[in-house]
């Protein structure tokens, strides 16, 4: 984007020589939108976005623009020759004060149209909208329902939710009015279809779903799924944990052991081998289902707490030192 005077504005801006006004300013609009920090996260976006900085504040203004169009960049900063200088304020040459945001700022009339990312959207754990990134916001889902063969929905208050349903959501958001200047508070509904093994961190954006109003492109609300604490189970990648608390007794001899599944299920499942501190039982297809094929599950590993007495009579040692005695 250089030629033989320098930086070629006009090419930054991606137009041609004989751009109007207007054609400028929609330039820089676009293309600061497309290349902002926010948005382009590219290791050459920062400096596409000061050239557009630069490129703008140069075209804009009518002055450094007929010197630029005259001289190029390198008249318009190293100064105009002398025999042009007399009655021109511009011999000194232009420095650009290297601070696109603030071309970005003053553009938009001092409103971010980013700043629709979080506004007045409601959310059930506002405390945990503070630690996010501008634009994502946390959304819990039970395990429960990231299981749930049937999926589930992340829903506003006060609407029924069955088994399956997860985080509730009532967003009320800036909406522009018909008249493009103002905008109004308003409920907006929206719904997250939990699929089964979703799993920590998965990102579900709706597009330009941020606040509206005059100078604001709505941004994109990003929620990032995060997994209750479950009381019975946690979850490893597609894998479930469960701990039993089983007696010394049952340790030794064996046990039927039940244990109830996330959709309800009761499990049976039989403990023959003896129960010492390293041992778990690995029970084949009854973890999470898999993200990818939602009817395929991980395992579900059993470990165990041993429970033993609290005291014994002297009977009862002499008993186990003749049974246990290698």
């Not at 400096?47 to 450094?64: G, I």
């Not at 089964?196 to 998965?202: E, H, L």
């Not at 003896?274 to 059993?302: N, T």
Request: aromatic residues 10%; contains cysteine; proline residues 9%.
């Amino acid at each position: 984007q250089r030629d033989a005077m320098g930086l070629d504005y006009y090419a930054v801006l991606e137009l041609d020589r004989g751009a109007t006004a207007d054609d400028i300013k929609k330039a820089y609009r676009t293309l600061a939108l497309k290349y902002h920090p926010l948005k382009c996260k590219e290791p050459w976006g920062p400096k596409r976005f000061h050239q557009l900085a630069e490129a703008y504040d140069v075209l804009s203004d009518p002055m450094k623009k007929g010197i630029y169009d005259k001289f190029g960049e390198e008249g318009l900063k190293g100064g105009i020759p002398l025999e042009y200088a007399s009655d021109n304020p511009w011999s000194v040459g232009y420095v650009f004060h290297n601070n696109p945001e603030r071309v970005f700022r003053e553009f938009f009339g001092g409103d971010n149209p980013f700043a629709g990312r979080l506004g007045h959207l409601g959310l059930c754990h506002r405390s945990m909208a503070a630690s996010t990134s501008p634009g994502t916001l946390p959304c819990p889902a039970a395990l429960r329902s990231l299981w749930c063969l049937e999926g589930g929905s992340w829903l506003p208050p006060g609407r029924p939710g069955g088994a399956c349903s997860g985080c509730q959501l009532s967003p009320a958001a800036p909406v522009m009015n018909e008249d493009g200047q103002t905008s109004t508070i308003r409920d907006k509904i929206l719904t997250i279809d939990v699929q089964p093994g979703w799993q920590r961190g998965t990102r579900v954006t709706f597009e330009k779903e941020g606040d509206q109003g005059p100078n604001i492109i709505p941004a994109d609300i990003t929620f990032v799924v995060q997994e209750k604490l479950h009381p019975r189970f946690k979850r490893i990648e597609n894998n479930l944990l469960y701990v039993a608390s089983i007696s010394l007794a049952k340790a030794l001899t064996g046990c039927t052991l039940d244990v109830w599944t996330l959709d309800g299920r009761l499990l049976n499942i039989p403990i023959n081998d003896i129960v010492d501190p390293k041992y778990y039982k690995k029970v084949p297809g009854e973890g999470m289902p898999l993200a990818q094929d939602p009817q395929r599950k991980g395992d579900l590993y059993i470990y165990f707490d041993i429970l033993f007495p609290k005291r014994l009579s002297p009977e009862v040692k002499k008993l186990l030192r003749s049974i246990l005695q290698p």
